[in-house]
């Protein structure tokens, strides 16, 4: 049996819904799945696990309790050996890229970021290039393999498994030199923009933050998450977390709704996997008009005030 490691992420003291795809992607026959539970309530998400397919749920103890990148890297490598386990797969999410590089490093080991696909028996991952337009089959060697997933990549399967709980203690490891001076988590009951079934963003045509109210009220009436372009992260209008594209968060929503974007290449590569594109513009020649399905020619300070209200009304 291939023993295959699941870092597994938590929000507000729950398993991201994300982890649910992950963990599907990881099944297969000859595959003993390990969930890697840090600091968290490793029986409480016992019977989530096992629903689709992890037969063992491996409780770290790291010391400290709080999130400490180096230290938690430290404890998921003395896990994985203590396992017998040498294929690690975790999220492309901001905690998975600073958490998986790190544990790549103190293994010496490959790492492919933003799978879309993996073939865990050939060791061999698939993920985009060239901004997304290319999609490439890259070979991983040596002994360990380390996979980022891109949220939303593999619909969930559930696949029935009876999971056992394993206590383990992480050696608390020397100084790394780095001090977690606080940590700021995101508002509680949010929607995270990697996993979001419907996004709405928004661009230039925005013209300052405190216009991202107007996106955010909507989003809260749909159920959705705000996303923006790089141009409104370079004004400041939101923070970095929000970014959409190339060098931001690769999205697969089921909508994807732009708000005074352009539609530029690098933004497109970030969310071209959506399902549907909806684009609000003033622009009848915007590059984003040719690359969604439905589109409106307007002002989007009236249209989205009415979507909003509507939505309200029909709530």
Same mark, same amino acid.
């Given at each position: 049996m291939k023993k295959i490691g699941l870092f597994i992420e938590f929000k507000d003291?729950?398993?991201?819904p994300a982890n649910d795809g992950m963990v599907t992607m990881a099944q297969g026959d000859g595959h003993e799945l390990f969930a890697l539970v840090v600091n968290a309530d490793a029986a409480a998400c016992r019977e989530r696990l096992s629903a689709y397919g992890v037969s063992a749920v491996v409780d770290i103890t790291a010391g400290g309790g709080a999130w400490h990148p180096d230290g938690w890297a430290d404890a998921v490598v003395q896990a994985m050996n203590a396992c017998g386990i040498e294929t690690l797969m975790g999220l492309t999410s901001p905690q998975g890229r600073d958490l998986l590089p790190r544990i790549a490093a103190v293994l010496d080991a490959p790492l492919v970021m933003d799978c879309v696909g993996v073939d865990l028996d050939r060791n061999v991952a698939r993920t985009t290039q060239y901004s997304g337009k290319a999609m490439a089959e890259i070979q991983l060697t040596g002994r360990h393999h380390i996979y980022g997933i891109r949220a939303g990549a593999v619909s969930p399967a559930p696949r029935a498994a009876a999971a056992e709980v394993h206590a383990f203690s992480a050696v608390e490891p020397t100084a790394s030199g780095i001090e977690v001076l606080?940590?700021?988590p995101g508002e509680a009951g949010t929607? %995270? &923009?990697a996993e979001a079934d419907i996004i709405i963003a928004g661009g230039r045509g925005m013209k300052s933050g405190e216009n991202f109210k107007l996106l955010q009220d909507c989003a809260r009436a749909m159920g959705?998450?705000?996303?923006?372009s790089r141009v409104a992260v370079d004004e400041g209008w939101v923070p970095y977390t929000f970014q959409v594209g190339q060098t931001g968060s690769k999205v697969n929503p089921k909508v994807y709704i732009a708000c005074g974007i352009s539609g530029s290449v690098q933004h497109f590569a970030g969310m071209k996997s959506s399902e549907?594109?909806?684009a609000v513009n003033k622009d009848p020649g915007?590059?984003?008009?040719?690359?969604?399905d439905y589109y409106i020619v307007? %002002? &989007?300070?009236?249209?989205?005030?009415e979507v909003t209200r509507a939505l309200g009304a029909a709530g």
């Open positions: 003291d729950e398993i991201k606080s940590t700021r929607v %995270d &923009l959705a998450a705000v996303g923006a549907m594109i909806i915007a590059a984003i008009i040719g690359k969604c307007g %002002d &989007l300070f009236e249209i989205i005030p």
